[in-house]
């Protein structure tokens, strides 16, 4: 079965610290995966996009991780902020009925403490 | 000022009532997107339509109708026989030859 799981479901730091999110995927054929920041009562906003050949990526201070063969994902907040607060979703992409399909996680949501 | 809209940012609906959600984008993307949002799970397609007047049912179309009469709209009906419409509700477009979605601000539907 094509399925994203997240963990964990929800985390709370305080501002300054460090924290990674955790994605596995079952998707197969697996093309790429994509971590998006989803503000309170927003729409989605993508971060960053993980292809197969890709290890690791950084966006400011986001970095996400991947490992094909075991098919996990991470993402990394460095020196998290108070508008890091939001929930972290990762998506993969599965090709079917002749068009992408995207596979959504239920998502980690995060709060950043003062 | 350009991107996807969607209003209202809050709707209500009463029982037997259908409700229409709007969604229009000015970015000139062909395929466009409903998803509903609930609490602890993962966003799950509704409809989603690639070119003007074609559209396709997602995985929990029931209850739900849409149109595509133009490029840049693509309405969102929640109809009576949608028994539990309580949700987040998101519209997203792409653009051709690219997978990323694009997501407008989302509407909350309750029912009264």
Known sequence: KNQVEQSPQSLIILEGKNCTLQCNYTVSPFSNLR???QDTGRGPVSLTIMTF???TKSNGRYTAT???DTKQSSLHIT???LSDSASYICVVPLFSGGYNKLIFGAGTRLA??? | DGGITQSPKYLFR???QNVTLSCEQNLNHDAMYWYRQDPGQG???IYYSQIVNDFQKGDIAEGYSVSREKKESFPLTVTSAQKNPTAFYLCASRPERQETQYFGPGTRL???
């Open chain 1, 79 to 81: 020196a998290s902020q």
């Open chain 1, 35 to 37: 971590w998006y920041k």
């Open chain 1, 112 to 114: 950043v403490h003062p």
């Open chain 1, 53 to 55: 050949s890709e290890n």
């Open chain 1, 66 to 68: 991947l490992d094909a």
């Open chain 2, 110 to 112: 309750l029912v009264l």
């Open chain 2, 14 to 16: 009463k029982e037997g």
């Open chain 2, 43 to 45: 966003l799950r397609l």
